[in-house]
């Protein structure tokens, strides 16, 4: 049976424009939430959120090629350009054929298309520039990635809220496994930090005016962040083949829906998704070490979610902790920004904290990584994503 | 209209039930509301009223609107409003 392997990683994040500044944020415990510097800020209720700051996409890309990417594209890029590097491929054309992209994004191109709207609603301006619908399209990351990159295979993007970077992943190691494609970049990126995108979930009353402080007792709701991650998932004699450093092995995928609710989430779905990647994996519950958990700090999830653990791995499950307390919820970045948080603890034994613990909530998880990094060196870890509209898709990767 | 009575014609139209079917001490349980139907209820009366209600889903009781019942959820709102007035 084809074996997958993860041989490159990119990301840029509220964190670090770069996978080793985010895995000395996640050992220092780093936050990257603050005062979000956005045009109307006093027309907002939520004014915090883990931004990318200072970013200059004039520095990173020509004019000519700029005019086409929104800011969600410009991160897929930038994460994608430093997994290729670090994979350090040799692309040919046959190779090429087999090599493919899939991202997963929430809202794509959000960035421009409110600022189209501002323009033709608000301004009252007759046009919108040209390249708008290019820009927004949900895939528009993927195919400039494919472009960049010359990956001529399967490329597309996949919708499923905050769990698409999950699902992104998990399809790209079964298309490797499955024979259909020998290298995939995957991942994800969002960019939903905007007046608009904020406006919006305002209204749901989920997000938190204070901080994401995932499974503590005072928690009150998540804090939005933005940016992507990308993998180079490879097969694994591939790999070997061209002595690629390899950073993990893709041991397993579960996916899963609920059924049941457009927001709430459910403990028995994310249960199945689990379960359904430990077996996938051909691994027991004790063999896991670590659970990057979905842990969005809202009352909703962090409760469902511990049930959901506690009822597959027992009593005593392995340590979890939510690193959207250190990057924010980055929708549909969030999963592949978190898979690194598994990458730092197969490879360097450190397991990234919960942040904001403040005081344990009788119905979570007890061992949360509370505050602080700790050292400890899993086998093999657990990433989960639980999804608005019970879309659940979880990844279970290994030391090789 | 009342005050009282916009915001139980607001509630009313949530249920789908008439005004005079509502009783003060209805919950959102009796009312057959679930979470997404309370903060639809909260958008209709920001709108209605054109004032901001805070209100947090995760830490419902902390003060802002409460809906424990319809008489709390009246009383916060008339709260509001009595603030926000010149």
Redesign the interface.
């Known amino acids: 049976m084809r074996r997958v392997v993860i041989t490159g990683a990119g990301t840029v994040n509220a964190l670090a424009r770069d996978v080793r500044g985010t895995f000395e944020a996640f050992r220092a415990g780093r936050s990257g939430i603050g005062p979000l510097e956005l045009p109307d800020l006093e027309r907002l209720q939520i004014r915090i959120g883990a931004q990318i700051r200072d970013w200059q996409p004039e520095a990173l890309f020509a004019k000519a090629k700029l005019a086409l990417y929104d800011r969600f594209t410009q991160f897929a890029l930038v994460a994608g350009a430093e997994a290729m590097d670090q994979a350090g491929l040799v692309l040919n054309e046959a190779l090429s054929h087999r090599a493919g992209v899939i991202l997963g994004s929430a809202g794509g191109g959000l960035t421009t298309s409110d600022a189209a709207y501002r323009e033709v609603y608000q301004e009252g301006r007759a046009r919108v520039h040209p390249f708008t619908v290019p820009r927004l399209m949900n895939s528009a990351a993927a195919s400039h990635l494919s472009m960049a990159q010359g990956l001529k295979g399967p490329v597309f993007s996949v919708a499923s809220a905050c769990a698409g970077s999950n699902h992104a992943m998990g399809l790209a190691f079964q298309l490797i496994r499955g024979g259909a494609a020998d290298v995939m970049l995957c991942g994800g990126a969002e960019a939903m930090l905007s007046f608009g995108g904020l406006k919006a979930w305002e209204g749901l009353r989920v997000m938190s005016p204070t901080g994401c402080r995932p499974f503590s007792a005072d928690r009150d709701g998540m804090v939005m962040g933005e940016g992507a991650a990308v993998f180079v998932f490879e097969e694994l004699a591939h790999a070997r083949a061209r002595g690629a450093e390899i950073l993990a092995e893709v041991a397993g995928f579960g996916m899963t829906a609920d059924a049941a609710e457009i927001v709430l989430p459910s403990a028995e779905g994310a249960a199945r998704a689990m379960r359904a990647a430990l077996q996938d994996a051909g691994l027991r519950p004790d063999e896991i070490g670590y659970i990057n958990a979905h842990g969005t700090a809202t009352l909703a999830n962090d409760r469902s979610e511990s049930t959901a653990i506690r009822e597959v791995f027992g009593d005593s499950p392995p340590p979890v902790s939510s690193t959207k307390s250190m990057h924010g919820h980055a929708m549909g970045a969030t999963g592949a920004i978190e898979l690194l948080a598994c990458l730092l603890a197969l490879r360097e034994g450190v397991l990234a904290p919960t942040l904001g613990h403040n005081a344990p909530d009788g119905e979570c998880l007890a061992d949360v990584v509370a505050n602080q990094a700790r050292v400890a060196k899993p086998r093999a870890t657990l990433s989960n994503a639980f999804a608005f509209g019970g879309l659940n898709a979880v990844l279970a990767l290994k030391a090789l | 209209m009342t005050a009282e009575a916009r915001i139980l014609s607001i509630v009313a139209a949530q249920c789908r039930r008439s005004v005079t079917e509502l009783r003060l001490s209805d919950t959102p349980e009796t009312l057959g509301l679930d ?2 139907a309370l ?1 639809e209820i ?2 209709a009366l920001e709108e209605d009223f054109g004032l ?1 209600l ?6 419902p009781e ?1 003060g802002g609107v409460d809906f424990s019942t319809l008489a709390a959820l009246i009383s916060g709102v008339e709260a509001h409003l009595a603030e926000a007035a010149p």
């Not at chain 2, 805070?54 to 830490?59: D, V």
């Open positions: 979470s997404m903060v909260l958008f901001s805070p209100f947090n889903a995760n830490t902390a």
